[in-house]
């Protein structure tokens, strides 16, 4: 087996993991607000490659972290992904019909359930990090619950969201486009990763070798996301393409062109990779990604 | 003075303590995402009673929790609140155009702004209680988080709100109307007051007790708010009146009629006050609320 077949094992097992744990920790549907949890669920199981769970389980398994604890970690940053995802998807933001080739959550339910749904999974990440179960000591999952607030706030996720929709108002240069990215997209990357280091109780240096990891591994991943919005068509990525041309957002595809930001992200890749190297055979799963994200064709 | 004299002249101070606090604790506006921040500030500092900050307060109080401690606990229930008045306000959910007399927050800024300003109160309610400012205990802010998060989240308050969306469709009978109530506005009510007790490590009884109480409090403020509802003018409660009847929803006047109402609010507001009983007159403040309750215009 090469070492792509290997990551993608080690991804499978970890959605499986991860959507075993989800299961458990969603509410059932019930009572006569059934059609809260069946929206929250809808949103949840719906495939999707669970990147983040893997960093978390992968960057966990770096240090030892027991299975359950990594798991729950995993499940709290794929709700809190899937909210954004939720409200991102609305017709206020970026009124998208379909997710993952199908209909997305307004669209399967109503717009208002899908802001309660969405509103629904932002809070119950936090209550399965505040749960005994996901680590003994309360100071760790007040670490967690203090870093995920951060990296998914106002001055995070939802500031870079915020920073995307007046993109299309202004004139952005690369570096406004790298906020932007680290923001939006890259905060949640950061948090996946350093939980590890947190949960496994590793001290700062290796949260933030961890965290600069993750801000590498996500630019390449933006980067490469807003080639295949260029280069790439709607059956292939399961959801619509072209939107930043569309709206005149600029991207580090618009400002560095498609060889200029093919050959940006090959080079922030190898400083991705640089930092795992303390982390031996263990990072194997990580270091594999890199080549993953460059080649990806959805 | 008369007891409701007390009564306005501590919830006054609550409300500016708690505003001194949100002041320092909610971000500045600055950079490429002021816009975040400009909105989450409005929709926070837009006046408003701030009855559950001042809950917090009076039932930190019976028990000497540090005043700073009480604060930043009460900053947290009234930013997770203000998040549910933002989106309750969006066009998809109850569209209502003003608030406290003035625009809402969508009205004032736009409904992708609000959708994020919510987002962001809500995330920064639990960054608030996890920092060691709010108490020193790690185990006592993850009791506060773990319990925030169940009150607000899709069996609590937003699990009330889902309710409420389908009530217009079936009948309802008073059973699932109290079931309503007491997730969509109970359910907050009934954190901010068990909050004190945590606070102070006072141990399960107490937190029972209180939140027996904010249970028989919230339904005094639910009914009460039905009556003005049918009863009020829009100029007295700076908001529309006369919705439930519109939309065919059935409220607990609706169901036992406004003099049937009125005797079960009160009867429900005894109860509410001998549960106080313990607290002698540490408890005045809260005491004078029931009164205040039954006898609003607004």
Known sequence: MNSLGGLALALDKAAKATEATLERVLPPPHGLHSRIHEAMRYAIFAGGKRLRPFLVIECAGLFDVADARARRTAAAIEV??????????????????????????????????????????????????????????????CQLIARLAEAAGANGMIGGQMIDMVAAERTFDAEDVMLLQRLKTGQLFEFSCEAGAILAEAGSEHQARLRAFARD??????????????????????????????????????????????????????????????????????????????????
């Open 80 to 141: 809190l992904h899937t909210y954004s995802l939720v409200h991102d998807d609305l017709p206020a933001m970026d009124n998208d019909d379909l997710r993952r080739g199908r209909p997305t959550t307004h669209k399967a339910f109503d717009e208002a359930t899908a802001i309660l749904a969405g509103d629904g999974l932002l809070t119950i990440a936090f209550e399965i990090l505040a749960h005994p179960e996901t680590h003994p000591s309360a100071a760790v999952r």
């Open 217 to 298: 591994m996500g630019l390449v991943f933006q980067i490469t996301d807003d080639l295949l919005d260029v280069t790439s068509t709607a059956e292939k990525t399961g959801k619509a393409v072209g939107k930043d041309q569309d709206h005149g957002k600029a991207t580090l595809v618009s400002i560095y062109g498609i060889e200029g930001a093919r050959a940006e992200a090959k080079k922030i890749a190898g400083r991705a990779l640089a930092a795992l190297e303390p982390y031996g055979a263990r990072a194997a799963a990580l270091r594999d990604l890199l080549p993953y994200l460059l080649t990806r064709e959805s």
